[in-house]
């Protein structure tokens, strides 16, 4: 009876050891004596985690002793040539195909044993493949000016079969199994159906704006937040690049707006939260933009800053709440933070509150800048064109050399200027208007509104020429 159990228990670890494995025989004709590469898809990046050995005849296996994630993985040649596969719960099954750098070819000559999800992928891909071929061939014959019009017309019949035969296809995909991750990757590439110009919605007549807003806000409808497979797909990442990039208006507001209404929706599932979180942040931190660090702000104070952000380590959060303080006080929109203790080289005080123009341009500069030398004449110009229209300057020298500056305002002609320093830093000026660097340009309104920051010259005369109405 002891044996008997013995080997009783040692068939059942066996069995959930083997259930927690991944084997994976693949076959590359044309490849040999060569490594071949098992990657998954994360964003816009690959990562590998598998290396199989192909034999003389192309022969390797992947596998493993812990289970793969779920998701779409890529077999990649030494050429780069890569085809794609499933991994699902199922991941013992055997792939063979023709070494080719078309990933077509190799789809189309693929054979696959003993997974039913990758069958399915491959037949799908196939149907793509030749359907994606046949809609360039209608659209070219379209769009041919030579064709009688009747031509034109059966091509465009054609175009929106064929678009029918892909949709009919990919419907009865979903039907057959609606839990399959090709299901939900074909439902995460489709739009949104959006109602009909001259329609009534909710008592409203549809028109191109209504379209739009209800386009935005439904463009994610498709997607299972549920369903962490899909982050590792190109499928959402694709979707969120095209969304902040052509869809979401790039004003600051309009991408906030945007944003919390997607990670409302991503919250159902912490990896989609972290994954969507990271992406905006980002995106917006890097941006270059104008006014996109209002972004940045907004995403740090109310996900990362407040605890939501639980991945992340206190490091991080030290050096984000660092660097978004230095950001917060000088906003697109907000009041310019108060410069009371600036004082002239005559050691007067002259706040930057005292000035009285409809502009004024404020900047933070210092004789041994590079860049200084050669901007400032031309700031000299710019007031000189807009001065008697309402422009002003107030030129804030960052250092404590009062001799050098003063020669520097005389040589480069700034004297007309609202020349300023701060030799005792009671201002704290480099934080509340984040001057890491020179020359740094604010342009202000009359009610000390932040109009416009870190601009180039260009820029600045134009925003002063068309606000100011000059001809």
């Not at 107030?394 to 020349?419: C, D, G, H, R």
Request: proline share 4%.
């Amino acid at each position: 009876m002891v044996k008997k159990f013995n080997i009783l228990a040692v068939s059942v670890l066996l069995s959930f050891t083997l259930l927690g494995q991944y084997t994976i025989p693949v076959s590359i004709n044309g490849l040999r004596d060569c490594d071949v590469y098992l990657a998954y898809y994360f964003g816009d990046k690959n990562y590998v985690v598998d290396t199989a050995s192909l034999d003389k005849n192309g022969r390797g296996v992947f596998s493993g002793t812990k289970t793969l994630d779920e998701g779409i993985y890529l077999v990649v040649l030494p050429s780069r040539a890569y085809f794609d596969i499933i991994i699902d719960q199922n991941q013992q099954f055997s792939v063979e195909t023709d070494t080719s750098s078309d990933i077509r070819t190799m789809v189309e000559r693929m054979k696959i044993k003993g997974s039913t999800a990758n069958q399915q992928f491959r037949d799908y891909q196939k149907f793509m493949f030749e359907k994606t071929k046949e809609a360039h061939l209608q659209k070219v014959l379209s769009l041919d000016n030579s064709a009688v019009e009747r031509k034109q017309k059966n091509a465009l019949d054609e175009l929106e079969k064929i678009n029918r035969q892909i949709k009919e296809y990919q419907d009865k995909i979903v039907l057959d199994n609606p839990q399959s991750l090709l299901s939900k990757v074909i439902k995460a590439f489709d739009d949104p159906i959006v109602p009909e110009l001259g329609q009534q919605v909710g008592g409203k007549v549809v028109d191109s704006l209504f379209q739009y807003v209800y386009y935005k806000d439904h463009y994610f409808d498709n997607v299972d937040f549920n369903d962490p497979r899909l982050l590792k797909s190109p499928i959402y990442h694709t979707r969120l690049v095209r969304y902040f990039d052509q869809v979401v208006s790039p004003i600051a507001d309009s991408v906030i707006a945007a944003s919390q209404n997607l990670l409302s929706k991503a919250a159902l599932n912490q990896s989609f939260l972290q994954y969507t979180l990271q992406f905006i942040f980002n995106k917006y931190s890097q941006s270059k933009i104008m006014g996109h660090d209002k972004v940045t702000v907004f995403i740090a104070d109310k996900y990362y800053l407040n605890g939501n952000a639980t991945w992340v380590d206190d490091s991080f959060l030290k050096k984000l709440k660092e660097r978004v303080d230095k950001m917060r006080p000088n906003l697109i929109g907000a009041d310019a933070p108060r410069l009371d203790k600036a004082q002239t080289p005559d050691g007067v005080f002259y706040p930057l509150h005292d000035m009285k123009s409809k502009l004024i341009a404020l900047i933070f500069w210092e004789p041994g800048c590079g860049h200084c030398k050669k901007e400032m004449p031309q700031l000299v110009e710019i007031f000189h064109r807009y001065h008697q229209h309402g422009f002003h300057v107030y030129a804030f020298y960052t250092q404590n050399n009062v001799e050098e500056w003063k020669s520097s305002i005389e040589k480069l002609s700034m004297e007309p200027f609202v020349n300023v320093y701060d030799p005792f830093y009671f201002t704290q000026f480099r934080d509340t208007y984040d001057v890491y660097s020179t020359p740094t340009l604010y342009l202000l309104d009359e009610n000390y509104k932040i109009v416009a920051k870190r601009i180039t010259l260009e820029i600045l005369e134009s925003i002063v020429k068309e606000t100011l109405n000059v001809k």
